[in-house]
Nanobody
């Protein structure tokens, strides 16, 4: 069992940066790959980025590649999402989620555990 709590959302202007963090509880955090998924107003859940259990492999949606960076600290049971050059299309609720597997999890159904989400609003 893994419980996830996201932090760091807020209201920013286009071009700003924001860092999200997700703290996990449970003894098996390091055995899970992690991902960030967002849901923008009126849209389905959208994959943003994933990171392997070791942190050695990452994968990004084309829309965020080069601007967002996912990382993790297994000793702190925390995964991060550094978001740079934000634009209004980045507005939404960002969820941290965990899954077991070696491939990037690109769809909602691939994830086993979810956080409650944190709101990010980017004004133009």
């Amino acid at each position: 069992q893994v419980q996830l709590v996201e932090h760091g959302g807020g209201l920013v202007q286009a071009g700003d940066s924001l860092r999200l963090s997700c703290v996990a509880s449970g003894r098996t955090f390091s055995s899970y790959a992690m991902g960030w998924v967002r849901q923008s107003p009126g849209k389905e859940h959208e994959f943003v980025a994933t990171i392997s259990w070791s942190g050695h492999s990452t994968y990004y949606a084309d829309s965020v590649k080069g601007r967002f960076t996912i990382s993790r600290d297994n000793a702190k049971k925390t995964v991060y999402l550094q978001m740079n050059s934000l634009n209004p299309e980045g507005t939404g609720v960002y969820y941290c989620a965990a899954y077991r597997g070696y491939r990037p999890a690109l769809v909602r159904e691939s994830y086993d555990y979810w956080g409650q989400g944190t709101q990010v609003t980017v004004s133009s």
